[in-house]
């Protein structure tokens, strides 16, 4: 009920398991194709990671590298310290940092399991929710700008500037909930409804 693979300097394919995933690859790229099983992990130092059709709970780590993925389900977490993060058609929930990179997330279906942090240090953000979202949002970028494509319900204080040129916006989207905060210190913050272009 779960496959387990090693290695430092290859290539890794992963297809079609029924089962938990674990791997750890090195500088060689890891590829993870229609798995599907209760927890799915992914390791690599500085090999690109490219997952399509994923359903588990998901977490993938890199200090260097690209994340792909599409149409994964489920609880999604990355951790990476550089690397641009790109996630499309995915359902479920998603949280996340990298220290340098931007991040191009477009959610079809969005499912709170706790908090979300999505954060990059240096990089923009670009994050598209499903027409129905509903939730508190909170968006930071203390060196470039914010936008939201939802209507924001004040939670209390209106918008303040974090620092000059920066901006923070917060509200409720709908009837509110969870919250789902991104994070930005050098970079664009882009919240949008529906397909990001």
Known sequence: DSVSVMCPACTI????IRGNVRVMGGTGS???????????????????????????EQLYVS?????????????????????????????????????????????????????AFVETLKGDILFALPEDFEGEVDLTSKKGRTEAGFELMPLGLPPVAVAPGGAHLSGRVGDGGETLRLSTEAGNIRLTRGSAN
């Open 63 to 115: 200090k260097s590298g690209p994340l792909d993925g599409i149409g994964l389900k489920g609880r999604l977490e990355f951790h990476s310290i550089s690397g641009d993060v790109t996630l499309r058609e995915c359902e479920g929930f998603v949280s996340g940092a990298i220290e340098r990179g931007n991040i191009n997330i477009r959610m079809r279906k969005w499912r709170f399991a706790d908090k």
């Open 13 to 16: 394919t992963v297809e079609k």
């Open 30 to 56: 890891v590829i993870v194709d229609d798995a599907k099983g209760s927890t799915v992990y992914v390791e690599t130092s500085a090999g690109g990671i490219r997952a399509n059709r994923v359903e588990a």
